[in-house]
């Protein structure tokens, strides 16, 4: 037997005037808020409930349309899309029209030869499961998650083109892909009338990689770009300058690991607090802003484990612009 939630949640009246900005997504239509909120962590099975309703509710009250998903985020594997699904059913059914809804897949989901990588059995079967997870009929953007070196690069984009035409996703996106893969990805979309809208990659003030090649290659192609880890696993923060709180990614035991945490780090993590202080914000909401000053960045994915998490990256947008000083002090500071 199904659940069904009371309406309990009406969205503040001037969700779309208190602040957010939103960028156009490559060549296309769409429009996304300069901070979407990333679900890998803290809305999980393990998470309350209550909790990740609210900062759900916070969110979209101030603009964030856009929530990004995962078939295995969580922890567990699941259960992130699980929880969104209850919120959904609960409180954000009204306003569907109004959200931009992204799930991937491509990483280890279920055991077995099909759950995990590119084929097009495994995204099929995962998306409908997403889909059913999430309570939703179709997802805006559905992501390959990362590129397969095994599986044929057809095989995934014909994947993708074929999910868009049967209606249960509005766009596809890549995530993580080389540059030259992404190139093919790009022109084999291109090709068959369903455009790559989005590449989302990895991206901050500690690993620029994306810089090099990526950035301009999909500038070119008309494809937006959203940036995950904007604060490195919350090394670019004032977590650290004096300890390693038990709290923490470090302190528990996360991703993040006391050897990142290096002399050489924590200087520059040291002198990067200054700056940022100079400029009357927080480190964290430097390296928020510091990701917007380029254009070709349609927004910075946040995930965040409280509401005043959340308030203080929201701040960061009220000053964005960097001088050619400050720009030149930070390059010196991540190249010593």
Known sequence: MSTTFPSVYAAAADRYNCGMKYRRCGQSGILLPELSLGLWHNFGSVDPFQKSLETVHYAFDHGI?????????????????????????????????????????????????????????????????SLRRMNLDYVDVFYSHRYDPVTPLEETMQALVDIVRQGKALYVGISKYPAEKAQEAYNYLKERDVKCLVYQGRYNMFDRDVEGAVLPQAREAGVGFT???????????????????????IGRGGYLKKADLTPEVLQKITALNEVARKRGQSLAQMAVAWLLRDEAVTSVIVGVSSQAQLASNIEALRHTDFSPEELAEIDRILSN
């Not at 940036?227 to 990614?249: E, V």
């Open 65 to 129: 349309c856009h929530f990004d998903l995962a078939n295995n985020y969580g922890p567990v594997y699941g259960s992130a899309e699980q929880t969104f699904g209850m919120i959904m059913r609960r409180s954000l059914a009204p306003y569907r029209n109004e959200l931009f809804i992204s799930t991937k897949a491509g990483h280890d989901m279920w055991p077995g030869p099909y759950g995990e990588w590119g084929s097009r059995k495994y995204l099929f079967n995962s998306l409908e499961d």
């Open 227 to 249: 940036a995950f880890s904007p604060l490195a696993q919350g090394l670019l923060s004032d977590r650290y300058l004096n300890s390693i709180p038990s709290d923490s990614r």
